[in-house]
């Protein structure tokens, strides 16, 4: 399962085949257009495997926590690599990101 919410929007999503490229895009960007911060959480569980990463402009209230294991490292290298622990990002850096997650997931 992987769940993404942009803001106050959210949507799960069974699998990475069946992600709405253009729903990100649009919010992202429409955020962005309204120069609102951006906040953008992704979810992501298969099995006991169950990681959530966020962008800078979320407020989060715990603490981040090291990768555990090669697989989580690989998200996280893959997180920032598409640049979405930067303030500067947006809807096609994570649509790159979630397409490039199936090499790891």
């Not at 490229?21 to 992202?28: A, D, Y």
């Not at 555990?68 to 790159?96: A, I, P, T």
Request: proline share 1%; glycine share 6%.
């Amino acid at each position: 399962m992987i769940e993404i919410s942009i803001g106050e929007a959210k949507r799960s999503f069974s699998d990475l085949n069946h992600i709405e490229e253009s729903w990100i895009t649009k919010e992202i960007n429409g955020r962005i257009d309204d120069d609102m911060t951006l906040c953008v959480k992704i979810r992501i569980k298969e099995g006991s495997f169950d990681v959530v990463l966020s962008t800078i402009g979320c407020y989060s209230t715990g603490k981040s926590r090291k990768p555990k294991n090669r697989r989580e490292l690989k998200l996280l290298h893959l997180w920032e690599k598409c640049k979405l622990n930067n303030e500067d990002f947006n809807g096609g850096n994570v649509v790159s990101f979630l397409k490039q997650l199936r090499h790891i997931i």
